[in-house]
Nanobody
Framework: QVQVVESGGGLVQPGGSLRLSCAAS????????MGWYRQAPGKQRELVAA???????NYASSVKGRFTISRDNAKNTVYLQMNNLKPEDTAVYYC??????????WGQGTQVTVSS
C-alpha cells in the first residue's frame, strides 16, 4: 500500500506561481512513477506532468515551458512548480504514484484557482 498526500494549492492571480508538493509513504520502494493530473469543472481528468524513477519527465502540451515536475527520492516527494499561471489552469490537482506492478494510488486532490 502507498499513501499519497498533496499540499500547496490555493488562489493566485494570472501570471503568478504556485508549487505543489506530493509526499508518498508506505511501500515506497515499489514506486515506479509519480505525477499530477488535474480536473476542471465539467471536464475530464487530464495528465499534467509525470516523472519516472529514472527521472524521465512528460508534460501536457498546455503546460510545457510553464510547469516543472521534480522528484526528491530521499524525501519520497514530487513537486510541481507552476509559473505564469493562467485562468485555464484552474482545477483540482491530483497526485498519483504508480508501482512497478502498475497499481496506481491517488491523493485527495488540492484546489488551484487562478483568478484576478
Amino acid at each position: 500500500q502507498v499513501q499519497v498526500v498533496e499540499s500547496g494549492g490555493g488562489l493566485v492571480q494570472p501570471g503568478g506561481s504556485l508549487r505543489l508538493s506530493c509526499a508518498a509513504s508506505g511501500s515506497i520502494f515499489n514506486i515506479y512513477a509519480m505525477g499530477w493530473y488535474r480536473q476542471a469543472p465539467g471536464k475530464q481528468r487530464e495528465l499534467v506532468a509525470a516523472v519516472t524513477s529514472g527521472v524521465s519527465t512528460n508534460y501536457a502540451s498546455s503546460v510545457k515551458g510553464r510547469f516543472t515536475i521534480s522528484r526528491d527520492n530521499a524525501k519520497n516527494t514530487v513537486y510541481l512548480q507552476m509559473n505564469n499561471l493562467k485562468p485555464e489552469d484552474t482545477a483540482v490537482y491530483y497526485c498519483y504514484a504508480t508501482t512497478a506492478a502498475a497499481t496506481r494510488y491517488w491523493g485527495q486532490g488540492t484546489q488551484v484557482t487562478v483568478s484576478s
